[in-house]
């Protein structure tokens, strides 16, 4: 007889609810690095896959850089997007979260599709190195609780390996500012409002559109840049 069917693994949900408790254990030990309370939702997932799915050149084979790529939760998005002869570097510095993305990349029914497809690089986005080219990367890190000079030298490092006509989507919390110059020491304040400023920066030479996605905990902000076709 068969075995009855689990109704959660059937739909990888059990493997969700691991992952947020994992996620929830991680942001407590590491909130700098972490810089949330819970995965991102499946409708920033979407928002963040804009320049994975609408593709110039519908033919086209992308290479896509996902960094700070958690527990999967918009990797399982993105997955959706791809298509036959995209490739993914998914880029994660904690390695509880890198150890189980390899796991995941084998069992879970969003991520085992892309497979093939996908390798996991344990470390800082910045160590990937210089001898990479990306189509469109998608950014998960927490630069509101990064410094400005590693803000910069991370969008340096992202428009340093994106191809000309390449896209990064990155994304941040709405109001944690404003949050922060009630409840947060005024250091920390001037230290976000520093690292904000160098996104501002690049949003004001690069950006191609801005939007809000409310059905997320806490609600985010992306923008979408674009490395022009001659820099
Ligand atoms: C806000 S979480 C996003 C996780 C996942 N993408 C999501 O949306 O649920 C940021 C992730 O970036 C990772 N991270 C932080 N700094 C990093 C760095 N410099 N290079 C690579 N990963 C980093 C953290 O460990 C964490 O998993």
Not at 71 to 88: L, P
């Amino acid at each position: 007889m068969a075995a009855p069917q689990n109704p959660l693994q059937s739909t990888g949900l059990d493997s969700r609810l691991r992952d947020a408790g994992l996620f929830i254990r991680q942001a407590i030990r590491t909130f700098r690095a972490t810089g949330a309370v819970a995965p991102s939702s499946r409708a920033l997932g979407h928002a963040l896959a804009r320049y994975i799915d609408q593709r110039e050149d519908p033919d086209a084979q992308l290479s896509i850089m996902e960094a700070g790529a958690g527990t999967g939760a918009v990797s399982r998005v993105i997955a959706q997007h791809m298509r036959k002869g995209d490739t993914i570097d998914l880029v994660e510095s904690n390695p509880e979260f890198a150890g189980r993305l390899a796991d995941l990349l084998a069992s879970d029914p969003e991520l085992n599709p892309i497979a093939d497809s996908a390798t996991v690089h344990q470390m800082l986005v910045t160590d990937l190195g210089p001898d990479r080219r990306y189509d469109v990367i998608v950014s998960g890190l927490p630069f509101a609780n990064f410094t400005a000079e590693e803000v910069r030298e991370i969008l340096e490092y992202y428009f340093s390996v994106l191809r000309p006509g390449g896209h990064v989507s990155l994304f941040g919390y709405l109001y944690t500012k404003q949050v922060k110059a009630v409840v947060a020491p005024r250091e920390d304040y001037l230290r976000q409002a520093r690292s904000s400023w160098v996104v501002e920066e690049w949003v004001n030479r690069y950006g191609i559109g801005t939007e809000r996605v409310l059905a997320n905990l806490p609600p985010a902000w992306i923008h979408h840049l674009r490395k022009p076709a001659e820099d």
